[in-house]
């Protein structure tokens, strides 16, 4: 497999886009990734998208983006992993020029979240749950990270104000983001007060459904003197999966997907835990924060709350995570999300961030994108030289 690095980048805001529909959304993201390598057009085209279908009765989705964005006659496709699909069109992305098969490949991922009723949007979401055994049963895809996060308090013995760690530290970096949705600084007094959701999952424990795209080109290394920008190498990306419901999981509480994904990864890179200098989880939910801190061997069982609450995670801590805001302040437009992290880590690598949120001498990042409750896991490794 080739050597594959990323020449560019686009994102639009993440908000509530009253006046852009999904195609004009993803064609923003599209052509400032391609504005960005001074090209106008790419060989293949992979769209990350969850929902809609579901939500605006739009399938064909990357034939009918392809066309508003002037790549008509390109191969286009759509990849649907759940709230994972924005990494999922990534991978392919990489895989077809990894293989030999295109020399410059994009991603885009978009979601439009915003237009339809909570009830409907509730429902699409809780589509990446088990239909037969857990949806059907009227359980939400918010209550099933409720039982999570109960499971976790009575097994580690947390009170649920621990958890406002992973609060603080999304939306204190989310205040240097432009992009993010909610740019706001919160604290533990206003994280207890907040209006509960599904007992014990409160307000500020979820992340805001939300409108958005972002994009990336990806080239070969034969091709990078095309290219303007400086090259961010992909050292792995890499897919696992596990159960849809969790009562399926040998033990809830241990994300396997992300276990096995990482592993891959590091096996795919040669590098180790040591080496990863920030992580842009997929904080949907706080659990899910901890989860994959500790099913990705940055932390032990159950240590990830304490860990969060002695600063580890925080900008200046071992390993940052959310430097841009993560899913919980930037917001979660769910088929864009996986993109939205590899974009920042992009940033990250590039120097480019804000200055308040830049890691020190950033030269490995990683982004973890989670589809369902942990089902399907992908993780990405970018470095700023070629290993």
Not at 176 to 194: G, K, S, T
């Amino acid at each position: 497999m080739r050597p594959v690095a990323i020449v560019g980048i686009g994102q639009t805001p993440v908000r509530e886009h009253w006046d852009a529909g999904l195609r004009e959304l993803a064609v923003q993201a599209v052509w400032q990734a391609l504005d960005e390598c001074q090209i106008d057009t790419v060989d293949v085209f992979y769209v990350g998208n969850m929902l809609s279908g579901t939500l605006t009765g739009q399938e064909h989705l990357a034939t009918l983006i392809a066309e508003y964005a002037g790549l008509t006659g390109v191969e286009a496709i759509k990849a649907e992993a759940a709230c994972g699909s924005g990494a999922a069109a990534f991978r392919q992305a990489v895989l077809a020029v990894a293989s030999g098969a295109a020399e410059v490949a994009l991603a885009v991922g978009v979601e439009k979240l915003t237009e339809t009723s909570t009830h409907k949007t509730t429902d699409g979401l809780a589509s990446a749950a088990d239909a037969d055994y857990e949806t059907a049963m009227g359980i939400s895809f918010v209550a099933l990270n409720a039982l999570l996060m109960r499971r976790y308090m009575y097994e580690y013995r947390y009170h649920k104000s621990d958890f406002s760690a992973f609060i603080e530290i999304a939306h204190r970096n989310a205040v240097h983001n432009p992009n993010a949705m909610f740019r706001h600084l919160v604290n533990r007094d206003q994280y207890e007060r907040a209006k509960m959701v599904a007992d014990p999952v409160n307000l500020l424990d979820s992340s805001p459904i939300a409108d958005g795209a972002s994009a990336v080109v990806v080239t070969s290394i034969d091709q990078l003197k095309r290219f303007p920008n400086r090259p961010i190498w992909v050292a792995a990306c890499e897919v696992s999966t596990d159960t849809i419901a969790l009562d399926n999981r040998e033990n809830p509480l241990w994300l396997k997907a992300a276990e096995r994904s990482v592993h891959k990864a590091f096996k795919t890179s040669g590098l180790t835990h040591r080496d990863i200098q920030l992580f842009e989880l997929h904080d949907a939910f706080s659990i899910m924060s901890a989860l994959s801190l500790e099913g990705s061997g940055f932390a032990e069982r159950g240590t990830a709350v304490r860990l969060a609450n002695e600063g580890h995670f925080a900008i200046d801590g071992r390993l940052p995570i959310s430097t841009f805001g993560g899913l919980k302040a930037r917001g979660h437009p769910v088929g864009a999300t996986g993109l939205y992290q590899i974009v920042e880590a992009t940033l990250q690598l590039r120097g480019q961030a804000p200055e308040a949120i830049q890691v020190p001498d950033a030269r490995i990042a990683m982004t973890q994108n989670i589809g369902g409750s942990g089902a399907t896991i992908i993780t990405t490794i970018l470095t700023r030289e070629r290993l």
